[in-house]
């Protein structure tokens, strides 16, 4: 009896065997469960990992690489066993095929799945005039000012492919550049990597500006804040194969007329969607952006909002 009341103190459950005796024997369902999961084959599972140090170049079958720790806890959690069979990104385009070991807490190499792309605008460019790519889109924005709506914003723009977020400060923007600064960099990047496990997507979104944040710094970056003269300038000094997509209530073409007027093969590998705040861009900023170059596209009759609008013209671009 007292055998049995230890059983029940340690959370086991007590099976009354069906023999003469009808003796309790207790069985613990957490040991035979992982009895019979490191006796199985290994799984395919569809998990993507993230391993910002992930080795680059010729991966060598059967070179361990480790996991980190918030990995590893996302391994228990899930209750994967050695043997299953997972992928390894690194944000970056590089993604490896491997196989759980020791415990969860690395992963044996088994090869490589894709590589990055070249980042030569040139040989970019001809890639996609061969292959008929997507264009690589970046989001120039007025960030919203309240953060659940800012987070909302990065996390569907990064499941949307949008290669890189920056915000503009213009005239009529809700938040200024002091005020971004003070976004947490880091929350922003948590959600760029776990959207980019959830839709398979091998690059992470830029939402630093291209800058790499110090390790003692969580704060927002100036460099990924854009004034509207930067931006005009960037439209001025732009490539044959880079267009400027303008979000504009009164541009007599809309967004879907100029999707179903390009070609099948698109002329260019970069497409930049620039949509101000809810107030829209003062009439002298929307014509220098039109002056310097920037199409001019509307998106509906109704007033969206700025991260429903950004979202909008992402989705309407998605190949």
Not at 9 to 16: G, H, K, L, V
Not at 29 to 42: E, H, K, Q, V, Y
Not at 228 to 252: G, N, W
Not at 254 to 281: H, I, K
Request: glycine share 6%; charged share 25%; aromatic share 6%.
């Amino acid at each position: 009896m007292a055998f049995v009341k230890l059983g029940r103190w340690a959370s086991w459950r007590t099976r009354w065997s069906t023999t003469r005796s009808r003796r309790p024997r207790p069985t613990c369902t957490l040991w035979r469960a992982l009895g019979a999961a490191s006796t199985r084959p290994g799984r395919d599972i569809a998990e993507r990992l993230f391993v910002p140090d992930l080795p680059r170049g010729d991966v060598t079958a059967g070179q361990r690489v480790a996991l980190p720790e918030s990995e590893q806890r996302h391994v228990r959690s899930r209750r994967y066993v050695d043997g299953d069979r997972v992928q390894l990104f690194d944000g970056s385009g590089w993604v490896v095929r491997g196989r759980l070991r020791n415990r969860g807490r690395e992963v044996e190499c088994l090869g490589v799945v894709s590589l990055p792309e070249s980042e030569d605008d040139a040989v970019r460019a001809e890639a996609a005039a061969d292959v008929g790519t997507a264009p690589r889109l970046t989001a120039l924005v007025s960030t919203p000012k309240s953060a659940q709506r800012a987070d909302w914003m990065v996390e569907k723009l990064s499941e949307l492919s949008v290669h890189q977020l920056r915000h503009i400060d213009c005239a009529r923007a809700e938040v200024d550049a002091a005020h971004i600064r003070k976004r947490s960099l880091t929350r922003w990047q948590h959600l760029c990597i776990a959207a980019a496990k959830q839709c398979l997507r091998d690059r992470l979104m830029d939402v630093a500006g291209g800058a790499a944040a110090p390790a003692s710094d969580a704060l927002w970056f100036a460099s990924a804040v854009l004034s509207v003269d930067e931006v005009v300038s960037r439209v001025q000094q732009r490539s044959s194969h880079t267009v400027y997509l303008l979000a504009a209530p009164d541009a007599p073409l809309s967004l879907f007329q100029w999707r179903t007027r390009q070609p099948e093969r698109w002329p260019w590998r970069d497409v930049a969607l620039m949509v101000g705040p809810e107030g829209g861009f003062t009439r002298a900023e929307e014509n220098a952006l039109r002056d310097a170059g920037a199409v001019a596209v509307s998106l509906g009759r109704t007033r969206l909002r700025t991260e429903t609008a950004a979202i909008a013209m992402a989705a309407a671009l998605l190949d």
